[in-house]
């Protein structure tokens, strides 16, 4: 049962003093705002209508609370619970009464990852034109760039991808071989094996010549060989469960079989390594999150990132009024349009000036976006440019809108260092979207309170 409110006050929080229970400034604001109903439309179109029973969730308001301090002082959620429930300011803030239990952290993961990441879309939507109407946000004026948000993996190779896969596998077995022993018989735990040849890797790799590499090659094969040999005889072992009886072991026969398959893909793209082709598309670099990519940004301190491309848009108040997370590596000039018919829809207008890098510059780039009713582009042109278009881009509104282009690149940098989005540490596509969406409404939200302060 869906439950969206929560009674905040008992005779326990009636008793406090006024200057205990009044919150700091920024958190009142901020709460003033989250408390539109707005915020809890989207939950309630996701929740069947008329459903009246079954357990009630934990309140709506609550969950958002929670996880807008979580992304704010970048809390786990065990750290999250522990710290909220310590401190009067925050109960009030997340609407806990003073003698009330807080949830098992274990319901925040379960709550985020029911929801998924339409909902924090729409919350951000929501927070945004709630700004508008405030008359704190401005839109005549969009710059969209993009960046990378890390996905929470080591360093891939073929070698250590394929020990996470056996690691996995042997895991699961034993936990089988509890309910069903006579299932996994034949089956070796080689998992030491796998980390002695990949420490192995790390001793060759010192040398620095050309045959430290063949030797690389050499003993990432014998490790397809002990992965190949551990595949084999899980598979055997699926064959054996039977799809019926205890839930605890159906469940444990789909995560063998997930995982066998995935550990399946990962043998085939070593084997293409290790034959020489280096070059394989979809490359796979996690076991755990198989969905991150290898992106190449061009820069000098990280030549490969791994994770997701993120766009995100900005209007002249420092407001994050869109974002879009993709996976792979799509080509910037892509996303210009996209950005602008999101800014259109969000606002119902497109914006007078729009400025990019030249990695969204393109004829065809300019001639859509005039078409949909921005006034002034400023897309530097790639390339060696004629005179006339090198005085086009030597106006002076033509500049100003580079400069103001050029503060984005500020606000990535905040964005990574206070609100997370250098690294999710959600698993998965849907995971990386609920991140960066939280961390984006966190910014906005402290942004928003900021100029209502003013």
């Known amino acids: 049962?869906?439950?969206?409110?929560?009674?905040?006050?008992?005779?326990?929080?009636?008793?406090?003093?006024?200057?205990?229970?009044?919150?700091?400034?920024?958190?009142?604001?901020?709460?003033?705002?989250?408390?539109?109903?707005?915020?809890?439309?989207?939950f309630t179109e996701l929740h069947p209508k008329g459903k009246k029973s079954g357990r009630p969730t934990l309140a709506i308001e609550k969950y958002i609370r929670l996880m807008v301090l979580k992304h704010k002082y970048n809390l786990g959620y065990e750290s999250l619970v522990k710290e909220v429930g310590d401190s009067i300011t925050w109960r009030?803030?997340?609407r806990f009464a003073i003698?009330?239990?807080?949830?098992?952290?274990?319901?925040?993961?379960?709550?985020?990852?029911?929801y998924g990441d339409k909902i924090v879309e729409d919350i951000?939507?929501?927070?945004?034109?709630?700004?508008?109407e405030k008359a704190v946000l401005k839109t005549r004026k969009l710059r969209t760039d993009t960046t990378v948000v890390e996905s929470d993996i080591h360093h891939p190779t073929d070698a250590t991808l394929l020990q996470d896969g056996v690691k996995v596998i042997t895991r699961t077995i034993q936990k089988i071989r509890k309910i069903a022993s006579h299932t996994v018989q034949g089956f070796e735990d080689r998992t030491a094996e796998i980390k002695e040849k990949i420490l192995s890797i790390a001793k060759v790799l010192r040398r620095r010549t050309r045959e430290s590499?063949?030797?690389?090659?050499?003993?990432?094969?014998?490790?397809?060989?002990?992965?190949?040999?551990?595949?084999?005889k899980a598979q055997a072992v699926i064959e054996k469960l039977q799809d019926k009886g205890?839930?605890?072991l159906r469940q444990s026969k789909t995560k063998l079989t997930e995982a066998v398959t995935l550990t399946g893909k990962l043998l085939e793209q070593a084997k293409?390594?290790?034959?020489?082709?280096?070059?394989?598309?979809?490359?796979?670099?996690?076991?755990?999150?198989?969905?991150?990519?290898?992106?190449?940004?061009?820069?000098?301190?990280?030549?490969?990132?791994?994770?997701?491309?993120?766009?995100?848009?900005?209007?002249?108040?420092?407001?994050?009024?869109?974002?879009?997370v993709y996976e792979g590596n799509p080509s910037d000039d892509e996303l210009l349009v996209p950005a602008v018919q999101a800014h259109i829809k969000q606002f119902g207008k497109a914006p007078q000036a729009v400025a990019t890098d030249r990695g969204f510059s393109s004829?065809?780039?300019?001639?859509?976006?005039?078409?949909?009713?921005?006034?002034?582009?400023?897309?530097?042109?790639?390339?060696?440019?004629?005179?006339?278009?090198?005085?086009?881009?030597?106006?002076?509104?033509?500049?100003?809108?580079?400069?103001?282009?050029?503060?984005?690149?500020?606000?990535?940098?905040?964005?990574?260092?206070?609100?997370?989005?250098?690294?999710?540490?959600?698993?998965?596509?849907?995971?990386?979207?609920?991140?960066?969406?939280?961390?984006?409404?966190?910014?906005?939200?402290?942004?928003?309170?900021?100029?209502?302060?003013?």
């Open 92 to 94: 009030m803030f997340c």
């Open 124 to 132: 951000n939507a929501a927070l945004v034109k709630q700004c508008e």
């Open 1 to 42: 049962m869906l439950k969206l409110r929560d009674e905040q006050l008992t005779i326990w929080d009636a008793i406090l003093p006024e200057s205990v229970r009044k919150l700091p400034v920024e958190l009142a604001i901020i709460d003033q705002l989250l408390d539109d109903d707005r915020f809890l439309q989207p």
């Open 272 to 324: 293409q390594v290790v034959s020489g082709n280096r070059i394989i598309a979809d490359r796979i670099v996690s076991f755990f999150d198989p969905e991150a990519r290898p992106i190449k940004k061009g820069k000098l301190a990280k030549g490969t990132e791994f994770g997701y491309k993120v766009r995100i848009d900005e209007t002249e108040s420092g407001f994050v009024t869109g974002y879009a």
């Open 213 to 232: 590499w063949e030797e690389v090659d050499r003993i990432t094969g014998s490790v397809i060989e002990v992965a190949e040999n551990v595949v084999n």
């Open 363 to 454: 004829k065809k780039n300019e001639t859509a976006i005039t078409e949909l009713g921005v006034k002034r582009a400023s897309l530097p042109r790639k390339g060696k440019k004629g005179i006339a278009r090198s005085e086009y881009e030597n106006e002076l509104w033509f500049k100003d809108l580079q400069r103001y282009r050029a503060a984005g690149e500020a606000k990535i940098s905040l964005l990574k260092r206070k609100y997370g989005l250098n690294r999710s540490r959600y698993r998965g596509f849907v995971g990386s979207k609920c991140w960066v969406g939280f961390g984006i409404l966190t910014h906005n939200l402290q942004r928003a309170a900021k100029m209502l302060q003013n």
């Open 99 to 114: 003698d009330e239990p807080m949830p098992d952290p274990s319901t925040l993961i379960y709550a985020r990852k029911r």
């Open 246 to 248: 205890k839930a605890a």
